[in-house]
């Protein structure tokens, strides 16, 4: 099944993708009451859907899939992670740490973009894509998503969906000298779609690791950057989606990514590779595409940079102890 939200003219519908055509879930239901069902509710929907609503996909317009509860992306692709620390400080190296555990950060879901969009930037000569596979958190009866093992977290995997992590990497290189972030460098837009994928349609591609053995794909004004396995990863999903309910909760809604794939799933690794901004960073008028194989393919063009307010430096104060 593949679940969207699309306006039509001044409305908004939500429901299915079936075949060349869009249908809305039963009831009036929306994605985000469709997650908290669960997986076989959503089959028993689309069992009822009622294909006399249906409605061409070719005349709406595909929006954001869904509104996340919360967003995690994880750094889980050794290959990018070497050719990333190469473009920061000329060695390429993966830190021992990143074995031990996925590690992964919280970003802005208010910031999210659909397909189709114009994406407007921050203030950055070194804008960059980040090709990556996301999860959608589902339901699951009896499960509070809560201090997961990996056979249950699988469990809770709902489907799904493209992510584009727009990244400002020179905002994001002087927030992580801070020792903390990345914050400013990317939360200024992230792209999610072009709909959910529900987990039962990749099981063909699970390979007998676990791993999705699917093609990613980027392309930048219609040329092949980069493109890996997705099954490249470090741990397979279902051991992200317990990691993060580690000591803590996954809700239906949350959204989590991958982290970027290898072999040229961003610019930024091929920074680090070729030495120099060999392709040159992203500007106002690019498209990017980023495809993988089975879920889709999101495509949007850069907007203008958007100027913000000044920032002010920090003010140098006497530490005293008391008044």
């Known amino acids: 099944m593949r679940i969207a939200r699309w306006a039509d003219?001044?409305?908004v519908g939500e429901g299915f993708v079936d075949g060349s055509q869009v249908i809305p879930f039963p009831d009036g239901l929306r994605v985000a009451e469709v997650l908290a069902q669960g997986l076989e509710a959503a089959g028993e929907l689309f069992r009822r859907r009622d294909t006399s609503l249906a409605r061409p996909l070719a005349e709406v317009r595909l929006l954001v899939p869904l509104v996340p509860a919360s967003i995690r992306d994880f750094v889980a692709f050794e290959e990018h992670v070497e050719g990333v620390s190469a473009s920061v400080d000329g060695k390429s190296e993966v830190v021992p740490e990143w074995y031990e555990a996925p590690t992964f950060y919280?970003?802005?879901?208010?910031?999210?973009?659909?397909?189709?969009?114009?994406?407007?930037?921050?203030?950055?000569?070194?804008?960059?894509?980040?090709?990556e596979l996301a999860v959608v958190i589902g339901a699951v009866p009896g499960s509070d998503g809560e201090?997961?093992?990996?056979?249950?977290?699988?469990?809770h995997i709902f489907g799904y969906t493209v992510m584009n992590d727009w990244s400002a990497?020179?905002?994001?290189?002087?927030?992580?000298?801070?020792r903390l972030g990345?914050?400013?460098?990317?939360?200024?837009?992230?792209?999610?779609?072009?709909?959910?994928?529900?987990?039962?349609?990749?099981?063909?591609?699970?390979?007998?690791?676990g791993f999705l053995a699917v093609r990613a794909e980027l392309f930048v004004n219609g040329e092949l950057v980069?493109?890996?396995?997705?099954?490249?990863m470090g741990w397979p999903f279902p051991e992200l989606v317990a990691y993060a309910a580690r000591n803590s909760v996954v809700v239906p809604g949350d959204v989590l990514g991958s982290g970027t794939v290898g072999n040229g799933?961003?610019?930024?690794?091929?920074w680090g590779r070729r030495g120099g901004l060999n392709p040159r960073p992203l500007e106002?008028?690019?498209?990017?595409?980023?495809?993988?194989?089975?879920?889709?393919?999101?495509v949007n063009v850069v907007g203008e940079r958007v100027a913000a307010p000044p920032v002010l430096r920090a003010r140098q104060r006497s530490r005293a102890r008391s008044r």
């Open 9 to 11: 003219g001044a409305d």
């Open 106 to 131: 919280f970003t802005n879901p208010h910031t999210v973009r659909a397909t189709g969009d114009v994406v407007a930037i921050p203030e950055t000569r070194r804008l960059d894509v980040e090709l």
């Open 147 to 155: 201090n997961l093992d990996a056979e249950t977290a699988a469990s």
């Open 169 to 178: 990497r020179d905002l994001q290189s002087r927030e992580m000298k801070v």
């Open 182 to 209: 990345p914050a400013k460098g990317k939360d200024f837009a992230m792209t999610l779609g072009p709909w959910i994928v529900t987990a039962d349609e990749l099981e063909p591609f699970v390979d007998a690791d």
């Open 226 to 232: 980069g493109h890996d396995l997705v099954s490249n």
């Open 265 to 270: 799933g961003c610019l930024g690794e091929l």
């Open 284 to 298: 106002p008028g690019d498209e990017v595409r980023l495809v993988i194989e089975g879920v889709g393919e999101i």
